[in-house]
């Protein structure tokens, strides 16, 4: 069964899309199949895959709202083993609805069953907002997964998450644990950097992710071509941090990757090792 991680940070601006984008890029490449959901209404995981706004499409809004199926809402991205549920503008008004209705908070973790049968990692993107939506991929996920800068205002923020964890723990979610922090934009040759590290590894010890993202020009280029970076540009800094991370993931979860040698060496441009 497979696992499903939210990744979360009601503060925005901290890499959390990109990490979205790039981790379920770089695990599907590994020839494991990955479902990465698009839980915020802005859609930009959904523009980092180069699908364009389409109100006619099935979305997010209709698996939460409608009860659609996933399978119905699946866009085909690039990446043969990894498959998105687009987001869209309708989301905004989706707290509304769901409010009316009953386990509204349920509804994602209803939806994921069967996907859970088909995908070793399902990633939920959420919204930078401790809303119904992040609640119901809070219900619906085993673990989270945080990306933070490594700047004291983070440091406050991530207290407030925890404090949420704690919440869904005693009433909606039993099971739901930190997967890992991930520091992003990180540039270790910072003071400021290196404190902060050392404060969260003190206070976090293993749950702070050893692999960090670095602060890089085609990361951010990626995305206004609609490619993860490890299409975009698979040699670049971003993309081996991407590399590291989605590797890190695996062995703490105990996931092996299913690529054959002979499928690395044909595929080299896109998973450069050497």
Partial sequence: MGRVFAIVNQKGGV???????????????????????????????????GFARDPERLSTYDVLVHGARLAEAALQTEI?????????????GATVELMQQDGRAFKL??????????????????PPALDLLTLNALV???????????????????S?????????????????ELEGVLLTMYDDRTNLAQQVTANLRAHFGEKLLRTTIPRNIRLAEAPSFGQPVLLYDPRSRGAEAYRDLAREVMVRNGVESRRTATETAREVRFWPYS
């Fill in 160 to 176: 407030e998450l925890l404090h949420t964890l704690e919440r869904v723990q005693s009433t909606w979610n039993a099971k739901l």
């Fill in 109 to 126: 973790r209803e939806a994921l069953a069967e996907a859970r049968q088909e995908h070793d990692f399902v990633l939920l993107d959420c």
């Fill in 80 to 92: 043969p083993a990894l498959k998105l549920i687009p987001s869209s503008k309708d989301l905004v």
């Fill in 15 to 49: 890499g959390k899309t990109t990490t979205a984008i790039n981790l379920a890029a770089a695990l599907a490449l590994e020839e494991l199949p990955c479902l990465l959901v698009d839980i915020d209404p802005q859609a930009n995981t959904t523009g980092g895959f």
């Fill in 140 to 158: 619906a996920a085993d673990a989270l997964l945080v990306p933070m800068q490594a700047e004291y205002f983070a440091l406050e923020g991530i």
